[in-house]
């Protein structure tokens, strides 16, 4: 009896002081707003599924790192990537923000490499087919023009006015091929290109008046020229528009130019000198196949390099100073040129036209001399574009060798002597010396 009452007292004891501890928390939480927290559950971990393919190495997590409860996908835990796959995909279930593997990286090197060994053989191949295509361009078109002028044929010679039309023309249809290229081969496109560059400014296309007139008179005194000059002589000659062009961009362009091309400009009138020094093998019968006069042939190679000096720089300024394209520059150029030829078709040969024809005396040889007339320009662009000025020399150089030997072999119109020889390599030498550009050398690296 007496144990009983003491072991219900000592439950009693233990029952009044346990509802008192939850007694004074329950009040002290509910002054302060904060609920009581309950009991922790237990964390129930999610099984993790296989994932297919080969099984990804796990990334170890970093150094410092804490793994707390549920950190699996927590903010406080460290999470596991997997590696990725062995050809450069990632691992299905990473998140994507680990760089690649170093593999992959070289991989990329070497493909990148290749890629730029590949496009500087074709720059170089470019760059040597466009110097081909110039060579090969001035040489022929100098002597199919000379021999077409001085070729013997019953009936009347063709009317270098009207090929200067015809060019422009053929001109014009190239330009407008190049456009459409340009334009994704879009008929619609290109007829909106040409209707807003050429219709829509009109103040912009008549610039190209003043040079287009220019170049369709120089086109026609070259014709004069290789009717009276041999082709060796004309080629040398005609380099005079290297100081002509110089001459105009310091004037026009406010160019300066260095004591290099200063030093090849007097070399070249030099060449040009020697060149044209009167020799005894002028009263040789090879001279029968002249036309005219070679004082004629000279003045007109002159005439003919000023106007090509002051047309190329008005031309090149008008490029700088506004965005058009070149094709559509040179479509402008061969519009005016067409009218203005054919005004000169009209003027001065208008009686000979109106007897035979337009197309008097017009042969294969005629229509060569045309298409290589027609192109030249385009050539010449697409040299600047790939070659530089020391290809542009060299090209010069063996375009006046090439036409030296065949007009002494094929032609025999010309006997050089040792004053051509001089003055040839002269002028050589300043072609290249005026595109020679001297790099500063680099300050010495002090031990």
Known sequence: MGFTQTLASVAAEVSRSWFGRNTARAAGTAGSGIRPCPAPLPLMRRP?????????????????????RGAGN???????????LRDGT???GSTGSRSEPSWAGGERGRRAGAQKRKSQEMSANLKYLSLGILVFQTTSLVLTMRYSRTLKEEGPRYLSSTAVVIAELLKILACVLLVYKDSKCN??????????????????????????????????????ALSNLDAATYQVTYQLKILTTALFSV??????????????????MTGVAFVQWPSDSQATPAKEHSAGSQFVGLIA?????FSSGFAGVYFEKILKETK?????????????????????????DGEQLSKNGFFQGYNKLTWVVVVLQALGGLVIAAVIKYADNILKGFATSLSIILSTLISYFWLQDFVPTSVFFLGAIL????????????????????A
């Open 48 to 68: 993790r599924q296989a994932l297919p393919g080969p099984r990804p190495r796990a990334r170890p997590a970093a150094a410092g790192s804490r793994c707390s």
């Open 427 to 446: 002028v050589i030498a300043a072609t290249f010396l005026y595109g020679y550009d001297p790099k500063p050398a680099g300050n010495p690296i002090k």
């Open 301 to 305: 190679v002159l005439i003919a390099c």
């Open 187 to 224: 008929l619609r496109t290109l007829n909106r290109v040409l209707h807003d560059e050429i219709l829509n400014k009109p103040m912009e296309t008549l610039k190209l008046a003043i040079p287009s007139g220019i170049y369709t008179l120089q086109n026609n005194l070259l014709y004069v």
């Open 324 to 348: 058009q394209s070149v094709w559509i520059r040179n479509i402008q150029l061969g519009f005016f040129g067409s009218i203005f030829g054919l005004m000169g078709v009209y003027i001065y």
């Open 251 to 268: 004037s026009m362009l406010s160019k300066k130019l260095g004591v290099y091309q200063w030093l090849s400009l007097v070399i070249l």
């Open 90 to 92: 990632a691992a299905p």
């Open 74 to 84: 927590g903010a406080g835990g460290a999470r596991l990537q997997p590696e990725p």
